[in-house]
Each structure stands twice: as structure tokens, then as C-alpha cells.
């Protein structure tokens, strides 16, 4: 197969974040295994974590994954550590941003990478909205796969605070 497909025991998937198999629509058993953890809570997925958590949680993501737009209540405050893994952010209908920050919410993003995936090329105008404050640690924001002439954060009345933080376009 060309492209950016992935090969894995006969199975075929867009990525390596896939779960689901192109030909045959089987998902991977390692699909169900826990993404993220707000304590000793698990999470199938990052964005039901997120949508979880109450304001000051802190979310540990456990491997490489991939899943939804991720949406930062108002007044809500979240940590997200990636502990070196990476967030592969699919296209939502309707979606500005794969991620958004709401008016008075806080988002602090933790040693990893954030990307919208190559499968979903064109599928965002940004990979962050952001209208309360953003603060961004030891991370690598991958723009790449945005549509031509988007930005990788959009600051709205908003506060961002970036440290040793690469960031791609």
C-alpha cells in the first residue's frame, strides 16, 4: 500500500495512530487499553478524560494516541502531561481548532507533542484557540498538517506562556 498507510499483523490503518483496520473495519485489541488517567481513574481516550475532569485535574496520558477535538470548559483549569507521548488530533465536524481554550479556562500542556494528523490534513484553521490562558512546557506543537496559511496557536483576549517549546509549521 502507498502512502501513509500502516501495516500491522495483515491489517491496514491510515496511521500509526489508527485503530480501526481500512479493509476490513476490525479494530486493534490494544485500542481499548487505557489513554490517559486523571488519578486512578482510566480513560479509553483523551477527549473523556478531558470532558471528565474537574477544574485543577491533572491528566497523564499513557501512550501515543489519537481521538477528538479537545474543548477547555469555562472556568475550568487542566493539566495535561504527555510523559514524552504524543496527541494526534482527528478532524471534527465543525471544529475551529483541535484544541480550544473557553473565555476564563486554563490549559497547561506537559512534555510531549501535539499534532493533527496527516489523514485529517486540511481539517483545521488552527491547532490552538485560545481564550483564557494557555501556558505550554517542554512540548513540540506540529502545524504541520494544518490548512495552508493557519496558525498554530490563535491568541483571542487570551494569555500564553511557552518554555522550551518547539513549535512546527
Known amino acids: 500500500t502507498e502512502g501513509c498507510s500502516v501495516i500491522v499483523s495483515d491489517h491496514e490503518y491510515v496511521d500509526e495512530f489508527a485503530t480501526e ?12 487499553e487505557v489513554v490517559a ?6 480513560y479509553a481516550s483523551l477527549a473523556d478524560a478531558v470532558k471528565a475532569a474537574e477544574s485543577g485535574a ?4 499513557q501512550k501515543n494516541t489519537s481521538g477528538d477535538a479537545l474543548v477547555i470548559e469555562q472556568n475550568k483549569n487542566i493539566t495535561i502531561k504527555f510523559n514524552g507521548h504524543s496527541y494526534a488530533v482527528n478532524a471534527t465536524e465543525n471544529a475551529e481548532a483541535a484544541v480550544t481554550i473557553e473565555k476564563d479556562a486554563t ?3 506537559e512534555g510531549g507533542q501535539l499534532v493533527t494528523r496527516k489523514a485529517h490534513t486540511d481539517a483545521y484553521d488552527t491547532l490552538i484557540l ?4 494557555l501556558i505550554v512546557n517542554d512540548m513540540k506543537l506540529n502545524g504541520s498538517y494544518l490548512k495552508s496559511l493557519s496558525s498554530v496557536i490563535s491568541n483571542v483576549n487570551g494569555t500564553v ?3 522550551g517549546t518547539t513549535i512546527f509549521v
Open 21 to 32: 483496520c481500512r479493509i476490513c473495519g476490525e479494530v486493534r485489541t490494544d485500542a481499548t
Open 37 to 42: 488517567k486523571i488519578g486512578e481513574v482510566n
Open 58 to 61: 491533572v491528566i497523564v496520558l
Open 107 to 109: 490549559l497547561t500542556l
Open 130 to 133: 485560545n481564550n483564557g490562558t
Open 161 to 163: 506562556e511557552l518554555n
